[in-house]
Structure formats: C-alpha cells, structure tokens
C-alpha cells in the first residue's frame, strides 16, 4: 500500500509570484537600496517573524554594508486578520537614535502594525526612516503609509510562502501563493 503525503504546496489554490520572480524583485529593490544608501551607513530593521527570509536575502543582495536588528509585533494570532491591537513582542538590540533606518517587512495589509512601529521608531530620533515591503495590499490600507521600496502589490486574498504564514505553517515555501479558503476557514 502506498501512502500519497500531502505538500504544503497541495495547500495553495495558485501560485501569485513564483520563487525566480521573487528572486528577480529582490535583485532589483537590492540595487536600488544600494544605489540610494550609497556612501551612508544603515540598518535594515526587520519585523519578525515574516520578514526573516526577505531580509536575509535583500541583506545579502545589496552591494554595500550595512547592519540589521529585529523587532516583533502581534497582532494575528492564528487568525487571517488583525485583530487591530498591536503588541510590541520584542525590541531592538542597538540604539537607532541618529541612523538610517530601512524597515523591512513582509506584507502591509491594514497598515496598523507598521504606523505603530514606525512611532516607536520617530521617537528614537533615527537620521532617516523609510520602507521596504515585499508585498502591499493597498486594498486594504486603513492607515496610510508612505512606502518607498515595494516587491509587489497583491490583491486581497490569504497569502503564505516566503517566510508569510497561516498558523506557523508555509514560512518556507519559496514561492508566494494564495491559500486555498477550505484550510483557514474563507470562503
């Protein structure tokens, strides 16, 4: 008797960007980063957990150095929308108090979770603070949010894949896909 295992990717209705696609957008933010950062010393803040596979490839993609450190937010759980409270889960390491700042995230939806982060951040009194998403959903921007590096604009449907969740699950498929509506309960 043969035993069929399902994949992770069995879970996906259709794949949005595949994993060359992805890797190409991550090249081109990288070189422009590193053609605006040029000459300036900076910090790539990443927001995890969903953003640790964009950050590690863009970090290693830019041609000029720079630092990194993390923060995590709640506002999830194991929902497919915010619950509109954020929590501050972890802060940074180092002062960011006089540095360029670059936050990396992985997807803006309603925009709550980055416009609280990005206070936290203009009361520390960074030199520069700017943006750079992988994925936007302008859809659903409840806050506005001016964004200066953009992987993609998605429309509003469930996406996992490349370090985006549903439940812990799909982090590391390589590929950004949409989740069928049958494994987290749409419709």
């Known amino acids: 008797m043969s035993l069929i295992q399902r994949t992770e990717e069995d879970d996906l209705a259709y ?4 994993a060359e696609q992805v890797r190409a957008r ?16 900076f910090t ?3 927001v995890l957990r969903g953003a640790f596979i964009f950050i590690g490839d863009i970090m290693r993609a830019v041609s000029i150095p720079c630092s990194v450190d993390f923060m ?14 954020v929590r501050l889960t972890k802060d940074l390491e180092e002062s960011v108090t006089g540095r360029h700042l670059l936050v990396v995230e992985d997807i803006i939806d309603s925009g709550r979770t980055l416009n609280y982060m990005l206070q936290l951040m203009e009361a520390r009194k960074p030199a520069s603070l700017n943006i750079c998403t992988l994925l936007e959903k302008p859809s659903r921007r409840e806050v506005e949010i001016a964004v200066k590096y953009c992987g993609f ?10 370090g985006l969740d549903y439940d812990q699950r799909y982090r590391g498929l390589p590929c950004i896909g949409v989740l069928k509506p049958e494994i987290y309960g749409g419709t």
């Open 15 to 18: 794949v949005m960007f595949s």
């Open 26 to 41: 991550v090249e081109e933010l990288a070189a422009q980063i590193s053609s605006d950062y040029a000459g300036r010393e």
């Open 44 to 46: 790539m803040l990443g």
């Open 72 to 85: 995590a937010f709640e506002s999830y759980g194991a929902s497919t929308k915010t619950s509109g409270i």
């Open 153 to 162: 604009s998605v429309p509003d449907e469930f996406v996992v894949g490349y």
